[in-house]
């Protein structure tokens, strides 16, 4: 089981940090990806990080504004959003694929790739 938080309101440009915390299991043998769904829209997965946290992935859209680590010490993962902006508000997913596979976030997270989720944390970004 997978716990998000972290969401919240917030102006354009400010930040915020999002916490993926691992329930029930050790999260060290699972790639997390962090994926956004907007009302109406199709989930988007916007960024992935291998289980030793070696590997990492982003989408365009958040690229060097976005930043994707794990403590697995901590059982937790997190994204770092920083200058964020209006069309940054969605509901954000952490997932947990099960998979040591260093290049597994190769490519963008895909929705079948991913064992478990969280329940999702709103993000608002609003003046």
């Known amino acids: 089981q997978l716990v998000e938080s972290g969401g919240g309101s917030v102006q354009p440009g400010g930040s915020l940090r999002l916490s993926c915390v691992g329930s029930?299991?050790?999260?060290?043998?699972?790639?997390i990806g962090w994926f956004r769904q907007a009302p109406g829209k199709e989930r988007e997965g916007i960024s992935c990080?291998?289980?030793?946290?070696?590997?990492?992935k982003y989408t365009d859209s958040v690229k060097g504004r976005f930043y994707i680590s794990r403590d697995n010490a901590k059982n937790t993962a997190y994204l770092e959003m920083n200058i964020l902006k209006p069309e940054d508000s969605d509901v954000y997913y952490c997932?947990?694929?099960?998979?040591?596979?260093?290049?597994?976030?190769?490519?963008?997270?895909?929705?079948?790739?991913?064992?478990?989720w969280g329940q999702g944390t709103q993000v608002t970004v609003s003046s």
């Open positions: 997932a947990a694929a099960r998979n040591t596979y260093p290049y597994f976030c190769h490519g963008l997270p895909r929705d079948w790739q991913y064992d478990s």
């Open positions: 029930g299991s050790t999260l060290d043998s699972y790639a």
């Open positions: 990080i291998s289980s030793n946290g070696e590997g990492t």
